[in-house]
Structure formats: structure tokens, C-alpha cells
């Protein structure tokens, strides 16, 4: 049972990247999915988060206009989707999935919690 990100690599701001992140030994449909993001001695910060009930959505403002999530079911999958990157998004991104409801609250409200998995990180790095 495992979340497999990749996607990362090397860009200059303004470029785009679209990470993905596949699961393995579990289905996604009905797990709230997010992405996560931790720059060089900085906090892990919640990006973006989509909704197991509705496909509603959450965007950390910084990320906001830029940065798109969706999940595809049929491919077990889900996706973000950045462009217009700067160099501020340098950071290790991962994915994370967990079964509640509350979950993209959660990821809004960066509260410490307990989700159900987390991926591997993929690394984005953004060169001015």
C-alpha cells in the first residue's frame, strides 16, 4: 500500500510542471487527496487538497491562480498541475490521503494531523 509522486525535476520561473501521484494496493475514490510542500528549513506547508465528497477544492494562497489539483479515479491517480512556478515553490512536494471528510479543513487550517498515507516526495526546483 503506497503513494507514488514523481513529476519534479529542474525549471525556470515561469516554466510549468504537472505532478503526479498513483496509488498502489488502494483505491482513491473515496479518500480526500493533498498536496504538501517543504522548502529547505521551512515548515511543511499544505498546497492544495481536493475533497473525496464533492471535488471541492483548496488553495494555499501563495499557490492560488497558479496551481491546479484533480484526480483521476480511473486511473487511481491525482495530479497537480503548476505553472507559472517561481522560485519560492522550490520545495519537496508530496501527496497524502486520508479517508475523513475533514481532511481538506484540516490541510486548510495547517493543523498537525495524523492522515492516512503519505507519498514519497517529488523535488521541484525553480531557478530564477
Known amino acids: 500500500v503506497q503513494l507514488q509522486a514523481s513529476g519534479g525535476g529542474m525549471v525556470q520561473a515561469g516554466d510549468s510542471l504537472r505532478l503526479s501521484c498513483v496509488a498502489s494496493?488502494?483505491?482513491?475514490?473515496?479518500?480526500?487527496l493533498a498536496w504538501f510542500r517543504q522548502a529547505p528549513g521551512k515548515e511543511r506547508e499544505g498546497v492544495s487538497c481536493?475533497?473525496?465528497?464533492?471535488?471541492?477544492?483548496y488553495y494555499a494562497d501563495s499557490v492560488k491562480g497558479r496551481f491546479t489539483i484533480s484526480r483521476d479515479n480511473a486511473k487511481n491517480a491525482l495530479y497537480l498541475q503548476m505553472d507559472s512556478l517561481k522560485p519560492d515553490d522550490t520545495a519537496l512536494y508530496y501527496c497524502a490521503a486520508d479517508l475523513s471528510d475533514l481532511f481538506c479543513t484540516v490541510v486548510a487550517a495547517a493543523v498537525p494531523y495524523g492522515n492516512d498515507y503519505w507519498g514519497q516526495g517529488t523535488l521541484v526546483t525553480v531557478s530564477s
Open positions: 494496493g488502494f483505491t482513491l475514490d473515496d479518500y480526500s
Open positions: 481536493i475533497a473525496s465528497s464533492d471535488d471541492s477544492t
